[in-house]
């Protein structure tokens, strides 16, 4: 057990609709990431952030993803006018304090399905 | 962009077997790690290396990280069906986050 809770686990959904995915670590965690793995690759990075800052947003990110963070603490990523291409792993990943060693504790995701 | 580059893809041995996979990339590691998946799961964190040449045993498993910080590859003692899943490499560029490989997806026939 990781600590880190994702909802839903499964999301089945018609392109074209708004999808959100929470992202819950249990104890308090500067920095939390966000990757994405399609079937057969490996995580790509979306985005991150420090506490509530979003401080990086890879060019996957495209203007219909957008994550939050607002107390720090859980976060969000939604995804606007969901497309095919989007079907994926949604991975959750946070890193306790201290410098980044690259040490990532991931949840166990939450894979969309766009129709 | 760095890229790493893991080889091979897909490996199916029989149990009891030997076997390693790599990972390779073009630019120098501030880190690396070992990541292990299972199906419908987030990557599980093996090990983490820094050292250039650095051995790190895990029972039955021993990594090892370049001289050059570039490589690294997962040595796997009589492999156990319990060893099936994908195994990720994944590298710090000296930035705040981390570069994943594709992966070797192995499988361990009973």
């Known amino acids: 057990d990781t600590g880190v809770s994702q909802d839903p686990r499964h999301k089945i959904t018609k392109r074209g609709q708004n999808v959100t995915f929470r992202c819950d670590p249990i104890s308090e965690h500067n920095r939390l990431y966000w990757y994405r793995q399609t079937l057969g690759q490996g995580p790509e990075f979306l985005t991150y952030?420090?506490?509530?800052?979003?401080?990086?947003k890879s060019r996957l990110l495209s203007d219909r993803f957008s994550a939050e963070r607002p107390k720090g603490s859980f976060s969000t990523l939604e995804i606007q006018r969901t497309e095919q291409g989007d079907s994926a792993m949604y991975l959750c990943?946070?890193?306790?304090?201290?410098?980044?060693?690259?040490?990532?504790?991931f949840g166990e995701g939450s894979r969309l399905t766009v129709l | 962009t760095q890229l790493l580059e893991q080889s091979p893809q897909f490996l199916s041995i029989q149990e009891g077997e030997n076997l390693t996979v790599y990972c390779n990339s073009s630019?120098?590691?501030?880190?690396l790690q070992w990541y292990r998946q299972e199906p419908g799961e987030g990557p599980v964190l093996l090990v983490t290396?820094?050292?250039?040449?650095e051995v790190k045993k895990l029972k039955r498993l021993t990594f090892q990280f370049g001289d050059a910080r570039k490589d690294s590859s997962l040595h796997i003692t009589a492999a156990q069906p319990g060893d099936t899943g994908l195994y990720l490499c994944a590298g710090n560029f000296g930035n705040e986050k981390l570069t994943f490989g594709t992966g070797t997806r192995l499988t361990i026939i009973p």
């Open positions: 290396v820094v050292t250039g040449g």
């Open positions: 952030f420090q506490n509530e800052a979003q401080l990086e």
């Open positions: 630019s120098v590691f501030s880190s």
């Open positions: 990943a946070v890193v306790t304090g201290g410098p980044f060693t690259g040490e990532l504790f």
